[in-house]
């Protein structure tokens, strides 16, 4: 299975941006993945951000993101990014990179625990 470390979190003021990148081990660029984006907020349970298909990069995005966040990959470099933007301080949350080898129809709004591959999450904090 896939592994994946998160990396980009930190502090920014309400309406910026951040990104945040996932760096996946080799095994994914052998065959089809799902890799996706998913956060947890102090007091509340995680929800999932977005996905995207590596093979044909077909995309999902939670109703609460949509518009604002954008979810793309780098197959030659093995990495996954979440763009950020427009933050608010509702999005403020550890966030969590997971991989899971599957075909596409699988690939959309999943638990964590579908995941074969889950990162240990990177901070971000949305100030008002």
């Known amino acids: 299975q896939a592994q994946v470390a998160e990396s980009g979190g930190g502090s920014v003021q309400a309406g910026g941006s951040l990104r945040l990148s996932c760096a996946a081990s080799?095994?994914?660029?052998?065959?089809?993945?799902?890799m996706a984006w998913f956060r947890q907020a102090p007091g509340k349970e995680r929800e999932g951000v977005a996905t995207?298909?590596?093979?044909?990069?077909?995309?999902y995005y939670g109703d609460s993101v949509k518009g604002r966040f954008a979810i793309s990959q780098d197959r030659a470099k093995n990495m996954v990014y979440l763009q950020m933007t427009i933050l608010k301080p509702e999005d403020t949350a550890t966030y969590y990179c997971?991989?899971?080898?599957?075909?596409?129809?699988?690939?959309?709004?999943?638990?964590?625990?579908?995941?074969?591959?889950r990162g240990q999450g990177t901070q971000v904090t949305v100030s008002s």
């Open positions: 995207i298909y590596t093979v044909d990069n077909s995309t």
């Open positions: 997971a991989a899971q080898a599957s075909v596409r129809s699988w690939c959309r709004m999943r638990d964590f625990t579908d995941f074969g591959g």
């Open positions: 080799p095994s994914v660029t052998a065959r089809p993945y799902c």
